[in-house]
C-alpha cells in the first residue's frame, strides 16, 4: 500500500499495542471519577467543563503522549493543508478552508467567488419579492445542517416559510408541499452528488406540483446547490441558479458551504457569515492552542477514556435548549458516519472499539424519556449538557429552571446517592427496618458517570459555528487516535445499492436470485400488489 492509499501517513501500529496507549489507559483507569477538580476549558466564546469527567495529571500527561505517538501535529496540519486525508476517497476534508476568512490556496478564488454569488442572488430574491417559501429538498449531509441552523436562530420567525423535504416516504414531500402557493415557492434541491435518489425523486415530484399549477417555466424557481453542477444542468438548471461546492467539502461538513443557502434565505446572509465566522474561530484554536488547553483536543481524548477505558458503547448528547432539536440528529450523523468504522487506515481490523452510539434529546424533554436509564441503568452513559449563559426569550425564570434543571441532572450523575445514605434519611420515616433498607435499594444512585458541560453566551450564529466546528474537531482528533479514516462512509453506499436493485425488482415483477429468504419474501408480496 502506498502512502496515499493510507491517507499519506506512515502505516501506524494498532492502537491497542501502543504502549503510549497503554500507559494512557492504565492512567485512565487510576483517575479520579468523582469531579474533584474544577476543570474549565475556553475557545471562541464557548466554555466546556471537564470537571466530571476522569481526570488526573498522569492521565493529562498521558494523553499528551498519545498524541505525539499518533502523529497529531502531522495530521492537524495535513487537515488544515488540504491534503488527501481521506485516503480510500483520495480526497482532502478541506472544511476549514469554506470558512477562513481569508481562504487558504487554491481553494481561496473559488470559495470566495461562490459565497460571493450566493449573497447577490440572497439580495436580489430579497429585492424581488417574489417568493415567499422555499421547500429545501435534500437529505443526510444536504439537510440537517441547514435545518438545524434554520430552526436554531430562526426559533422567533424566518424570512420567508421554510420548509425541509427528505424522505423518500411520499407524505414528507407531501407535508412539504401541502397549502404553499406554487408560485410564490421556490424550490431548492440540494445534493452533492446529485444523484441521490432521495433527493432526485422528491424533486422531479416538487417540479411536477409546479407544472401542475399551470406554470409555465417551472426551472426558473428551481435553485440546485451542488458538487456535481453538470447533473444539475442534465436535469434542467439554468446555469445562474446552480451554486457549486467541491468533492472535498464532506457531505456532514458541508453547512458552511452554498449548502448554507436555506440559512441565507431564511435568516440572512449575514447568519451563514456569522456561523463561519464562529467556526473560523473555533478552526484557529484547534490550529494553535497548546493540546492541554485545546478544546476538541481534550474532549477527543476524555472521549477515548469513556469508550475504550470505561467501555461506555454510547453517548448521550443533552442540549439544553429547545431551539436545538435537530442538534442530535446532527451529530449523530457527524459522530456515526464519520467514526463507525471497523478497519484502520491500512485496512486492519481496528484493535479498540471506535465511535460510540449518539443519541439524546433536548433537556429537559430528556428527563422525562431517558434520564432514568442514565441514572440506574447497568450501562449508563456520558452525557454532553449544552446551555446558553442568557436565554432571547422575556422569561428569567424559565431559563432559571432550565440552568436548575440542567446541573442538577449533572451532580445527580456525577454524585450519585448510595444506599447507606437514604437508608438513614428513610429510617426516620420507616419503622420497618428491612423494608427502609429494600426502599434504599431501590432509590440509590452508583454516581461516578460522566459528563461535559459546554456553555455558550447564547445561541447566535457565531457560537452555534463555533459549537459545530468543535464536534468536528474532536471527531477528526478521534479518528486520528482511533487510526480510522472518518471522512468516508461506505456502509452507506452498500446499502443505497441494494436498495436500487430491490426497487428495479419491485418495478419489474422479477425476483432477482440470492436474497435471503426474508427480503425475498418481502420482496414477491410487494410485487404481487402490496401486503
Ligand atoms: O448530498 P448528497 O450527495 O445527496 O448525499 C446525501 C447524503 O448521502 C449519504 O447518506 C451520505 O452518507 C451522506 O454523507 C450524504 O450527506
Redesign the pocket.
Known amino acids: 500500500m502506498t502512502e496515499r492509499e493510507s491517507g499519506g501517513a506512515r502505516v501506524e501500529m494498532p492502537l491497542a499495542e501502543l504502549p503510549a496507549w497503554q500507559a494512557f489507559a492504565e492512567a485512565a483507569g487510576q483517575a479520579d471519577r468523582r469531579g474533584g477538580t474544577l476543570r474549565v476549558l475556553q475557545a471562541a466564546g464557548l466554555s466546556l467543563d471537564l470537571s466530571t469527567q476522569a481526570q488526573s495529571p498522569a492521565l493529562r500527561a498521558a494523553g499528551l503522549a498519545l498524541l505525539v505517538a499518533r502523529d497529531f501535529d502531522d495530521w492537524r496540519s495535513r487537515l488544515l493543508q488540504g491534503s488527501a486525508v481521506n485516503g480510500t476517497e483520495q480526497r482532502a476534508a478541506w472544511h476549514t478552508a469554506l470558512r477562513a476568512e481569508e481562504p487558504p490556496g487554491m481553494a481561496a478564488a473559488k470559495v470566495r467567488d461562490e459565497q460571493d454569488r450566493l449573497r447577490a442572488f440572497v439580495r436580489h430574491l430579497d429585492a424581488e419579492g417574489r417568493f415567499d417559501s422555499v421547500v429545501h429538498i435534500?437529505?443526510?449531509?444536504?439537510d440537517w445542517g441547514p435545518k438545524l441552523v434554520v430552526a436554531a436562530l430562526g426559533y422567533a420567525g424566518t424570512r420567508r416559510e421554510m420548509r425541509f423535504v427528505a424522505n423518500i416516504d411520499g407524505h414528507a414531500i407531501e407535508a412539504g408541499l401541502l397549502g404553499l402557493d406554487p408560485h410564490r415557492t421556490l424550490v431548492v434541491v440540494s445534493?452533492?452528488?446529485f444523484t441521490?435518489v432521495e433527493?432526485m425523486s422528491n424533486a422531479q415530484r416538487a417540479l411536477q406540483w409546479l407544472r401542475e399549477a399551470g406554470i409555465a417555466e417551472p426551472w426558473a424557481q428551481v435553485v440546485a446547490v451542488t458538487a456535481n453542477p453538470e447533473a444539475a444542468r442534465g436535469m434542467g438548471v439554468a446555469p445562474e441558479r446552480i451554486f457549486r461546492f467541491w468533492e472535498w467539502a464532506g457531505?456532514?461538513y458541508s453547512v458552511w458551504s452554498s449548502i448554507g443557502l436555506p440559512i441565507a434565505l431564511a435568516l440572512g446572509a449575514e447568519a451563514l457569515d456569522g456561523l463561519r465566522q464562529g467556526a473560523a474561530a473555533m478552526d484557529e484554536h484547534f490550529a494553535t492552542a497548546p493540546p492541554e488547553n485545546n478544546m476538541p483536543v481534550q474532549m477527543a481524548l476524555t472521549g477515548l477514556v469513556n469508550r475504550n477505558v470505561y467501555g461506555y458503547a454510547s453517548l448521550n448528547i443533552a442540549p439544553y435548549d429547545a431551539r436545538l432539536m435537530h442538534l442530535v440528529p446532527y451529530l449523530q450523523q457527524l459522530e456515526m458516519?464519520s467514526l463507525g468504522k471497523s478497519v484502520d487506515r491500512a485496512g486492519r481490523p481496528v484493535s479498540l472499539p471506535t465511535g460510540p452510539v449518539v443519541w439524546g434529546m433536548p433537556g429537559t424533554d430528556g428527563q422525562h424519556t431517558f434520564f432514568q436509564w442514565l441514572h440506574q441503568g447497568p450501562e449508563g452513559a456520558p452525557v454532553d449538557f449544552i446551555i446558553c449563559r442568557d436565554a432571547d426569550h422575556p422569561f428569567p425564570e424559565h431559563h432559571r429552571l432550565l440552568v436548575a434543571n440542567c446541573l442538577a441532572q449533572r451532580e445527580a450523575l456525577l454524585k450519585g446517592k448510595s444506599a447507606q445514605t437514604l437508608q438513614a434519611e428513610l429510617a426516620a420515616k420507616e419503622p420497618d427496618a428491612a423494608r427502609a433498607a429494600w426502599l434504599a435499594r431501590h432509590k440509590a444512585h452508583p454516581g461516578g458517570r460522566p459528563s461535559s458541560l459546554i456553555v455558550l453566551p447564547r445561541l447566535n450564529a457565531h457560537a452555534l459555528g463555533a459549537l459545530l466546528a468543535l464536534y468536528e474537531h474532536k471527531v477528526f482528533v478521534q479518528g486520528v487516535l482511533w487510526g480510522i479514516n472518518p471522512f468516508d462512509?461506505w456502509g452507506?453506499e452498500y446499502g443505497k445499492i441494494l436498495a436500487t436493485g430491490i426497487a428495479a425488482e419491485l418495478t419489474s415483477g422479477r425476483l432477482a436470485e440470492g436474497h435471503d429468504a426474508s427480503t425475498a419474501y418481502w420482496v414477491a408480496q410487494w410485487e404481487n400488489g402490496g401486503v
Do not use: L, Y
Request: proline letters at 0%; aromatic letters at 0%.
Open positions: 435534500g437529505i443526510g449531509g444536504s445534493s452533492k452528488s441521490t433527493t457531505g456532514r458516519e462512509q452507506v
